[in-house]
């Protein structure tokens, strides 16, 4: 696989991780409140599902990295509002560039890299999506540490802020220089009209995720996915805070959550080269238990088992995950990739915004937490369910992804 891409793409992980540990109070140490965080929140997940699928099709025909080099200017733009925000309205502003930012980069570099190496055997695209997946966990995790230890510096987490928008300036400089890309199939093969490409490229696409079988069951449990994870991104720091750790500690959370995240996917890795056929019920079990980690997550009484359930929680993210990548890219076209996995992105950020609106009843409401229960609940459900009626056979075959 390309180096530059891996390191650019661990880079941009990285610059999430340092704010993952201090988000939602970075967000009240800059105008929010307990009761906005999750409407902030709404407004970044309603920006990217505004922008994801349009981005995933700019990228297809336009190149992975150009979308790229552009979300990493929506991201600086963010984290400068960020910096001088003490309102809402700059707040709301800062959330709008930051979902522009996920938009673009979603399906990018991972597209680049498979369409790069041209892989189309099973042990090439695991290969593939597990390297990405490490990348994202370490990255992740380390930037974590680093965000935990940097919060405890100033005042506002300015610390975390400077870090970021030094971090993602060399990203876009290291892309621009280091990054090449073959150019868009769909744009040099087919000679047509730009509207007449797009307009093919999202027939296609929307084509591709209404299929039966696994397909459907990915469509589903990424709205559940989503709900569950803005569920537990949006509360888990106020939630840990009340057990009144040391502030440094956050880091540490985040990190042990990513080094689980790393764990979950080296256990389904192994557990995919020996078992190739049993992909699609390992995705469906591993969300299932996905959903118990968060009901579990609500009956944590002091900071250890809240950690613990929490690490448990990222564990089986992580292995689901991989697998879910695995069964996506195993059946898209190339000249689809970006399009297909800002889709599904898409949907997962369909379910973050259902999130944030019951979120803030919610928490309005009585306690916040019961966000966990609910969502853990919800992916338990849907992934039993799928279990039992979704058409999956061995795998081998790439003509139709619901057979898969």
């Known amino acids: 696989?390309?180096?530059?891409?891996?390191l650019i793409f661990f880079g941009r992980m990285l610059a999430v991780g340092i704010i993952s540990p201090v988000l939602a109070l970075m967000l009240m140490a800059h105008g929010a409140t307990i009761e906005t965080v999750s409407l902030l929140i709404g407004v970044y997940s309603a920006t990217v599902i505004a922008a994801e699928f349009p981005s995933g099709v700019l990228?297809?025909?336009?190149?992975?990295?150009?979308?790229?080099l552009l979300s990493v200017l929506f991201a600086v733009l963010s984290f400068v509002l960020v910096l001088f925000s003490r309102s809402m309205w700059v707040l709301i502003a800062a959330m709008v560039a930051t979902g522009l930012s996920r938009a673009f980069s979603s399906g990018t570099l991972d597209a680049l890299a498979v369409n790069l190496a041209q892989a189309r055997d099973e042990h090439a695209l695991l290969k593939?999506?597990?390297?990405?997946?490490?990348?994202?966990s370490a990255g992740l995790a380390l930037g974590a540490l680093m965000g935990g230890l940097m919060a405890g510096i100033g005042d506002g987490y300015i610390v975390n802020i400077a870090a970021n928008i030094a971090l993602y300036a060399l990203l876009f400089f290291g892309a621009l220089f280091f990054i090449h890309e073959n150019k868009p199939v769909r744009r040099t093969v087919e000679r047509k009209p730009l509207h007449s490409l797009i307009n093919g490229q999202i027939k296609q696409s929307i084509a591709f995720i209404l299929q039966k079988g696994i397909v459907r069951a990915i469509l589903v449990l990424s709205v559940a996915t989503g709900f569950a994870l803005i569920s537990v991104e949006a509360y888990w720091q106020p939630t840990y805070t009340a057990f009144n750790p040391p502030a440094w500690t956050l880091g540490l959370v985040s990190f042990a959550g990513f080094a689980s995240v790393m764990a979950g996917t080296k256990l389904i890795t192994v557990f995919m080269k020996r078992q190739k056929s049993r992909v699609a019920?390992?995705?469906?079990?591993?969300?299932?238990?996905?959903?118990?980690?968060?009901?579990?997550l609500f009956f944590?009484?002091?900071?250890?088992?809240?950690?613990?359930?929490?690490?448990?929680?990222?564990?089986f993210l992580g292995g689901?995950?991989?697998?879910?990548?695995?069964l996506i890219h195993r059946c898209v076209q190339d000249d689809q990739r970006s399009s297909i996995l800002s889709l599904f992105s898409?949907?997962?950020?369909?379910?973050?915004?259902l999130a944030s609106g019951a979120g803030y009843f919610v928490s309005k409401g009585g306690d916040y937490r019961l966000m966990w229960p609910l969502s853990g609940a919800l992916l338990v459900v849907c992934a039993a369910s799928l279990m039992r009626t979704a058409r999956i056979h061995k795998t081998g075959r790439r003509t139709s992804p619901a057979r898969i």
């Open 320 to 326: 689901s995950s991989v697998a879910e990548s695995t």
């Open 281 to 296: 019920p390992a995705f469906l079990l591993m969300r299932a238990l996905l959903g118990v980690g968060l009901i579990g």
């Open 346 to 353: 898409f949907i997962v950020q369909i379910g973050g915004i």
């Open 300 to 315: 944590a009484t002091h900071a250890l088992s809240f950690i613990g359930v929490y690490m448990l929680s990222y564990f």
């Open 1 to 6: 696989m390309n180096g530059a891409i891996q």
């Open 59 to 68: 990228a297809d025909l336009f190149g992975q990295k150009q979308a790229f």
């Open 128 to 136: 593939i999506t597990s390297r990405f997946s490490m990348l994202e």
